[in-house]
């Protein structure tokens, strides 16, 4: 069987998370959203960082199983390309527990 290789693309942003895999000639394969809610309070703007995270797998893992349903399983993601809102970060620990929330830019 030939194999031939998708490409998903991510972008992370501050009210959902989306994917799309293309073959690489281009052709559209698949997509999914998921979108999370910022916490807004008193001035504090923050993502809470393992939502986004559960959302975020499950947009990887929808493409990736739209791919070989669309392809007969010919075709597998072979590179991943992310976009994100570049001034936050999540704090985590030794074990990788998540510290703390999301800080956005629009946070006081």
């Given at each position: 069987?030939?194999?031939?290789?998708?490409i998903?693309?991510?972008?992370?942003?501050?009210?959902?998370c989306?994917?799309?895999?293309?073959?690489?000639?281009?052709?559209?394969?698949?997509?999914?959203?998921?979108?999370?809610?910022?916490?807004?309070?008193?001035?504090?703007?923050?993502?809470?960082?393992?939502?986004?995270?559960?959302?975020?797998?499950?947009?990887?893992?929808?493409?990736?199983?739209?791919?070989?349903?669309?392809?007969?399983?010919?075709?597998?993601?072979?590179?991943?390309?992310?976009t994100?809102?570049?001034?936050?970060?999540?704090?985590?620990?030794?074990?990788?527990n998540v510290?703390?929330?999301?800080?956005?830019?629009?946070?006081?």
């Open positions: 069987m030939d194999i031939t290789m998708a998903m693309g991510l972008d992370l942003g501050t009210s959902g989306k994917s799309v895999v293309c073959d690489v000639r281009g052709n559209y394969i698949s997509g999914a959203y998921r979108e999370y809610t910022a916490q807004r309070d008193a001035g504090a703007h923050e993502l809470d960082a393992n939502v986004m995270w559960d959302c975020i797998r499950e947009v990887i893992a929808i493409g990736a199983a739209d791919c070989v349903k669309n392809t007969d399983g010919r075709e597998h993601v072979e590179a991943i390309t992310v994100s809102f570049g001034e936050a970060g999540v704090p985590v620990d030794i074990d990788g510290l703390h929330g999301i800080v956005l830019y629009t946070d006081n």
